[in-house]
């Protein structure tokens, strides 16, 4: 199926732990972006990326960062994970400034 | 204050209801996105506008570029429509997001 995938779906780990979510499109685009919704259900981009450009939201904490092997994929690290940090993440492709398409979204909790 | 602010958050409506749903901005903009959040928490992009209107089936969105205004409209409203709407914005390299109207259509 041509999609959006992120993986894991949930992820539930203690605090002051590094974790990584993966993200994988085969649609082509070219253009990849990370958000975080809290639980107010307030969403926020994190990061847009393409084979170019990285652009950060200066709000985001350092200890986020995006790696892409390829441009299929944007997976977020996060280092010393925070209580703060629980949300869900979405992960996202476009071809440049066209409509997005979203992955089902990453819950994570923080113990 | 946010940059993007939608009216109503929250909205009732019976089965077959024309609804509306606001969102202004306050940047500049080269687009405007209308999202749909379903309660299980998948996210759908319904439009990306830069001016005029589009249609797909019963939505239509519109956008003002003067005013800094867009709507979305849902024409004979199903219960199947509740979901989460979201406007946003993407101004420069930026996206900003407006809160979300929350929509329950009730049989």
């Known amino acids: 199926d041509t999609a959006v995938s992120q993986t894991p779906k949930y992820l539930v780990t203690q605090m002051g732990n590094d974790k990584s979510i993966k993200c994988e499109q085969n649609?082509?685009?070219?253009?990849m972006y990370w958000y975080k919704q809290d639980s107010k259900k307030f969403l926020k981009i994190m990061f847009s990326?393409?084979?170019?450009?990285?652009?950060i939201n200066e709000t985001v904490p350092n200890r986020f960062s995006p790696k892409s092997p390829d441009k299929a994929h944007l997976n977020l690290h996060i280092n010393s994970l925070e209580l703060g940090d629980s949300a869900v993440y979405f992960c996202?492709?476009?071809?440049?400034?066209?409509?997005?398409?979203f992955g089902d979204g990453t819950r994570l909790s923080i113990l | 204050k946010n940059e993007v602010e939608q009216s109503p958050q929250n909205l009732t409506a019976q089965e077959g209801e024309f609804i509306t749903i606001n969102c202004s901005y306050s940047?500049?903009?080269?687009?405007l996105h209308w999202l749909q959040q379903h309660p299980g928490g998948g996210i759908v992009s319904l439009f990306m506008?830069?001016?005029g209107k589009k249609k797909h089936g019963r939505l239509i969105a519109t956008i003002n570029i003067q005013e800094k205004h867009s709507s979305l409209h849902i024409t004979a409203s199903h219960p199947r429509d509740s979901a989460v709407y979201i406007c946003?914005?993407?101004?420069?390299?930026?996206?900003?997001f407006g809160t979300g109207t929350s929509l329950t259509v009730i049989p």
């Open positions: 996202a492709s476009s071809h440049g400034p066209q409509p997005q398409h």
């Open positions: 649609l082509g685009h070219d253009t």
């Open positions: 990326y393409n084979n170019k450009e990285l652009i």
């Open positions: 940047v500049g903009i080269s687009a």
């Open positions: 506008l830069s001016s």
């Open positions: 946003a914005v993407r101004s420069r390299a930026q996206f900003y």
